[in-house]
């Protein structure tokens, strides 16, 4: 048995970060198993008392428990330290893979295994959810009642109504509660302020890097138990609300976090690497994981008189099944976007197939297996249609276009991508292109252009050259080169370029559902 010291306990937890691949469920067995049984540092109480807390309070399940046995050991900076001891090596790996996604995501390769990867990772969504239901409702008619409810609002809406929760909460306390307590809680219920109900309705500023961290900080207070939970909450407004990724790339920003040890809920650096560079990522993960400290370290000395709370049992009971339903509601929804052919179900199914029947191959084998897959296939013909736009700056009005696309594509159920580049690419966006954009939906802030490449026209199934003569690098795109000239400009006229751009991009989805192949 090991002496326990605190230098011992961080290189624990940074270890355990490194290499702890299977989830929340596994990651909390690992710690009762070395911490409690092999080495010793914690009675089975303190374990039992950190997972409690860690089930009935906001944060994701694995961190917050190792977040209270540092604080356990240490108080409030040991649980700081060992929070980030822990989170620290996903993260790095998250951001290495956000680079390598920027770098290369246009190139055939990474397609390909984000293709099959995808799909992997919606089985995978699905069995996670299946599992949580199973542990989380048992035959409580109440439970499956407020699941239910959450599920078809979130696969109705597309989106994460955060007050469905809040909802839930109060109607279980109301349930469970004596009928002299049910009618107190309504009354002060009814006493809020009508402005409190609709405070966290949006970011604190137009700036993307405040809008970031507020965002994330919401969605740290609101994950309850398995980190998967924060994936409808993220998919409301990562792609619906503030239009910062695609359906594709939220998707992929999952299956990075499914591929990498520790917490799932790093997805959110990936993510923010994605938006905003290495600054988003830091502010997103750090916004994320504050609310996940203060929820543990804060009530950590009064919890044992906290845990016998009937009201809060019942409360934390009601916001867990609806959370559960969520991530229901959100495989349908992240499904439909991911299954796009007949290749991607049966991968999904495969997948899904070899999780029901055995427990020997690890998540992370099965997701490296499809993007392996994945790449094959795509070298044997199978592979989403990409277009990619070019304009001289790569700034204007290939960005609109390739955004406008990807939209119209995704509401007309179209498996295309679209790619921004410029033949001498500007340094960024300029403001009144984000200001337009921002306008439309669309938050280009912290876009880079990017220079066109001829990994760029391989990969491409259109090239779409607007008013620009693409020289030597174009040559390769014979057959799939089609010209887009006499589009009005950007910066001066946004209205009457966003209608030109709209056109023609329609008739372009049209060819491409007739023939995604170079253009007849």
């Given at each position: 048995?090991?002496?326990?010291?605190?230098?011992?306990?961080?290189?624990?937890?940074?270890?355990?970060?490194?290499?702890?691949?299977?989830?929340?469920?596994?990651?909390?067995?690992?710690?009762?198993?070395?911490?409690?049984?092999?080495?010793g540092?914690?009675t089975?109480?303190?374990?039992?008392?950190?997972?409690?807390?860690?089930?009935?309070?906001?944060?994701?399940?694995?961190?917050?428990?190792?977040?209270?046995?540092?604080w356990a050991r240490?108080?409030?900076?040991?649980?700081?330290?060992?929070?980030?001891?822990?989170?620290?090596?996903?993260?790095?790996?998250?951001?290495?893979?956000?680079?390598?996604?920027?770098?290369?995501?246009?190139?055939?390769?990474?397609?390909?295994?984000?293709?099959?990867?995808?799909?992997?990772?919606?089985?995978?969504?699905?069995?996670?959810?299946?599992?949580?239901?199973?542990?989380?409702?048992?035959?409580?008619?109440?439970?499956?009642?407020?699941?239910?409810?959450?599920?078809?609002?979130?696969?109705?809406?597309?989106?994460?109504?955060?007050?469905?929760?809040?909802?839930a909460?109060?109607?279980s306390?109301?349930?469970?509660?004596?009928?002299?307590?049910?009618?107190?809680?309504?009354?002060?219920?009814?006493?809020?302020?009508?402005?409190?109900?609709?405070?966290?309705?949006?970011?604190?500023?137009?700036?993307?890097?405040?809008r970031?961290?507020?965002?994330?900080a919401?969605?740290?207070?609101?994950?309850?138990?398995?980190?998967?939970?924060i994936?409808?909450?993220?998919?409301?407004?990562?792609?619906?609300?503030?239009?910062?990724?695609?359906e594709?790339?939220?998707?992929?920003?999952?299956?990075?976090?499914m591929?990498?040890?520790?917490?799932v809920?790093?997805?959110?650096?990936?993510?923010?690497?994605?938006?905003?560079?290495?600054?988003?990522?830091?502010?997103?993960?750090v916004?994320?994981?504050?609310?996940?400290?203060?929820?543990?370290?804060?009530?950590?000395?009064?919890?044992?008189?906290l845990?016998?709370?009937?009201?809060?049992?019942?409360?934390?009971?009601?916001?867990?099944?609806a959370?559960?339903?969520?991530?229901?509601?959100?495989?349908?929804?992240?499904?439909?976007?991911?299954?796009?052919?007949?290749?991607?179900v049966?991968?999904?199914?495969?997948?899904?197939?070899?999780?029901?029947?055995?427990?020997?191959?690890?998540?992370?084998?099965?997701?490296?297996?499809?993007?392996?897959?994945?790449?094959?296939?795509?070298?044997?013909?199978?592979?989403?249609?990409?277009?990619?736009?070019?304009?001289e700056?790569?700034?204007?009005?290939?960005?609109?276009?390739?955004?406008?696309?990807?939209?119209?594509?995704?509401?007309?159920?179209v498996?295309?991508?679209?790619?921004?580049?410029?033949?001498?690419?500007?340094?960024?966006?300029?403001?009144?292109?984000?200001?337009?954009l921002?306008?439309?939906?669309?938050?280009?802030?912290?876009?880079?252009?990017?220079?066109?490449?001829?990994?760029?026209?391989?990969?491409?199934?259109?090239?779409?050259?607007?008013?620009?003569?693409?020289?030597?690098?174009?040559?390769?795109?014979?057959?799939?080169?089609?010209?887009?000239?006499?589009?009005?400009p950007?910066?001066?006229?946004?209205?009457?370029?966003r209608q030109?751009?709209?056109?023609?991009?329609?008739?372009?989805?049209?060819?491409?559902?007739?023939s995604?192949?170079?253009?007849?």
């Amino acid at each position: 048995m090991k002496p326990f010291t605190p230098g011992a306990l961080l290189r624990y937890f940074l270890g355990l970060g490194t290499t702890g691949f299977g989830g929340p469920v596994a990651l909390v067995g690992y710690m009762q198993r070395d911490l409690v049984e092999h080495r010793g540092w914690f009675t089975t109480g303190e374990y039992r008392e950190g997972l409690a807390l860690a089930q009935l309070a906001p944060g994701p399940l694995a961190a917050q428990l190792a977040i209270y046995l540092g604080w356990a050991r240490g108080g409030a900076v040991m649980a700081a330290l060992v929070g980030l001891a822990f989170v620290l090596p996903s993260f790095l790996m998250v951001i290495a893979i956000g680079v390598g996604y920027v770098r290369f995501g246009g190139l055939p390769w990474m397609q390909g295994a984000f293709y099959g990867i995808g799909a992997a990772v919606i089985a995978i969504i699905v069995r996670s959810a299946a599992r949580l239901t199973r542990l989380t409702l048992g035959t409580d008619r109440l439970r499956w009642a407020l699941f239910a409810i959450a599920a078809t609002v979130t696969a109705w809406t597309e989106s994460e109504v955060v007050w469905i929760f809040v909802g839930a909460g109060v109607v279980s306390v109301v349930a469970r509660a004596a009928p002299q307590r049910s009618a107190r809680l309504m009354l002060a219920v009814g006493m809020l302020p009508p402005g409190l109900l609709t405070g966290l309705a949006g970011p604190a500023s137009d700036a993307t890097l405040w809008r970031i961290g507020w965002y994330f900080a919401e969605a740290g207070a609101f994950v309850f138990g398995s980190g998967l939970a924060i994936v409808p909450f993220l998919h409301s407004g990562v792609v619906q609300q503030f239009h910062w990724l695609t359906e594709r790339q939220f998707l992929d920003a999952v299956a990075v976090a499914m591929i990498t040890p520790g917490p799932v809920v790093i997805t959110v650096g990936f993510i923010g690497y994605l938006v905003a560079g290495f600054a988003g990522a830091a502010v997103a993960a750090v916004a994320t994981f504050l609310p996940c400290y203060l929820f543990t370290v804060i009530p950590a000395p009064h919890f044992r008189r906290l845990s016998s709370n009937l009201d809060l049992k019942a409360f934390v009971e009601g916001v867990t099944a609806a959370a559960t339903g969520a991530i229901a509601g959100a495989a349908f929804v992240l499904g439909r976007r991911a299954l796009v052919d007949v290749t991607t179900v049966a991968i999904a199914v495969a997948t899904f197939l070899i999780l029901l029947r055995t427990k020997r191959v690890p998540e992370p084998v099965l997701i490296a297996a499809a993007g392996v897959l994945g790449i094959l296939l795509m070298r044997g013909g199978t592979e989403m249609p990409t277009v990619v736009f070019v304009c001289e700056h790569g700034s204007a009005k290939s960005v609109v276009a390739a955004s406008l696309f990807e939209r119209m594509a995704m509401e007309q159920g179209v498996a295309a991508r679209a790619v921004s580049r410029g033949t001498a690419p500007d340094p960024s966006v300029p403001p009144v292109v984000v200001q337009a954009l921002r306008g439309d939906g669309f938050d280009v802030g912290s876009f880079r252009p990017q220079a066109l490449t001829e990994a760029d026209i391989a990969s491409a199934s259109r090239v779409i050259a607007i008013g620009v003569d693409l020289g030597p690098v174009g040559a390769s795109a014979k057959g799939r080169l089609v010209r887009w000239d006499g589009v009005p400009p950007v910066s001066t006229n946004y209205a009457e370029a966003r209608q030109d751009l709209v056109a023609r991009t329609a008739r372009l989805l049209q060819e491409l559902r007739a023939s995604p192949g170079p253009p007849r």
